[in-house]
């Protein structure tokens, strides 16, 4: 796919969003239900930014949105990414809570013993994306 350059500055500062919240002890700490530690993530959603709702997933692809909506992602090539280590974003993609297409963006996070326990994932609504770089293709 063709990015512009505004499209990766926007794509690079999300997963530095994502990397900080990934460090919070509250995401860290296990000890905490998966449920209510996806609901702290409320303050950070920023609608001028186009975010509607972050997910936070366990080590099994078991996931809630920030607003405490359950959604099963173990399928998704970004979740299994995240627990190899890796960051991703994927191509436009159709998103299962909000069943529209999206950019879905996603970074591990490790529990207090520095084990990979899930990931923390955002999306980028494809329309946003578009206004942003309207050579993107489909």
Same mark, same amino acid.
Do not use: C
């Given at each position: @796919?063709?990015? @512009?350059?505004?499209?990766?500055?926007?794509?690079?500062?999300?997963?530095?969003?994502?990397?900080?919240? @990934?460090?919070?002890?509250?995401? $860290?700490?296990?000890?905490?239900?998966? &449920?209510?530690?996806?609901?702290?993530?409320?303050?950070?959603?920023?609608?001028?930014?186009?975010?509607?709702?972050?997910?936070?997933?366990?080590a099994k692809g078991n996931a809630y949105?920030?607003?405490? =909506?359950? &959604?099963?992602? =173990?399928?998704? $090539?970004?979740?299994?990414?995240?627990?190899?280590?890796?960051?991703?974003?994927?191509?436009?993609?159709?998103?299962?809570?909000?069943?529209?297409?999206?950019?879905?963006?996603?970074?591990?996070? =490790?529990? =207090?013993?520095?084990?990979?326990s899930g990931v923390v994932r955002g999306?980028?609504?494809? $329309?946003?994306?578009?206004?942003?770089?309207?050579?993107?293709?489909?």
């Open positions: @796919s063709e990015i @512009s350059n505004a499209a990766k500055w926007r794509i690079e500062d999300e997963f530095a969003r994502l990397e900080a919240i @990934s460090h919070r002890e509250e995401i $860290q700490d296990l000890s905490i239900d998966l &449920v209510d530690r996806a609901k702290k993530l409320t303050s950070d959603v920023r609608e001028d930014l186009g975010h509607r709702y972050f997910v936070l997933s366990d949105n920030s607003m405490g =909506k359950p &959604v099963n992602i =173990k399928d998704r $090539q970004y979740f299994k990414n995240g627990l190899d280590g890796k960051k991703t974003v994927t191509d436009p993609l159709m998103n299962k809570i909000l069943n529209e297409e999206a950019l879905l963006y996603a970074v591990p996070y =490790k529990n =207090k013993d520095n084990v990979i999306a980028i609504a494809f $329309q946003d994306v578009k206004i942003i770089s309207p050579k993107l293709k489909k």
